[in-house]
């Protein structure tokens, strides 16, 4: 997401009540420690001095500002200034469910183990007879993964992977059955 140009630098204390109308499960600390996690993490911009500075000295002088007031409760410094639409994107992006989408197949979606079977018979057909090219009717290969690709080129293999991932998982289940060496 492309940054704001123009920006409102505010101090800490008016991002945090800036961020209260949104956050109102936390409470001062808990907003100063929503805020600081945020700075630290270089989602909220910082100007210290006037000047624009990088989470890496932020995060130092936050540590320094931690070792000077040792009962500071975590705040972040007053003469510190706040990118007000950095806090008001990260608003929005905490109120946002975050969607996990698990990878791979669903539980109980099934094996292609079954469908596989006779195309690794089959595969194991195509590898064994070559170099007999005359005595048989049906192509042949050298390899587990040409036998697999000629498989899946003609539309043999079911499933909704990839070309890649079928010549994968046909070449697996092969050396599953026969090894390497067929």
């Known amino acids: 997401m492309a940054r704001d140009t123009e920006y409102r630098w505010v101090q800490p204390r008016k991002a945090c009540d800036a961020a209260s109308w949104t956050l109102r499960d936390l409470d001062g600390d808990g907003l100063y420690a929503w805020l600081r996690e945020r700075i630290v993490s270089g989602k909220i911009r ?91 009717t049906w192509p042949t290969f050298p390899s587990i993964n040409q036998a697999a690709a000629y498989l899946v080129d003609n539309g043999r293999v079911t499933g909704a992977g990839s070309r890649e991932s079928k010549i994968t998982r046909l070449t697996r289940r092969y050396i599953d059955r026969f090894g390497e060496d067929g």
């Open 46 to 136: 910082v100007k210290f001095d006037g000047l624009e500075i990088t989470p890496t000295i932020t995060r130092l002088l936050l540590e320094g500002y931690d070792l000077r007031f040792p009962d500071n409760g975590g705040i972040v410094p007053p003469d510190f200034l706040i990118c007000l639409p950095d806090v008001r994107r990260e608003q929005v992006a905490s109120l946002k469910p975050r969607e996990t989408k698990k990878r791979g197949r669903p539980r109980g979606a099934g094996s292609l183990a079954d469908a596989d079977l006779p195309l690794t018979t089959e595969m194991n057909r195509m590898i064994t007879a070559f170099g007999r090219e005359a005595e048989v």
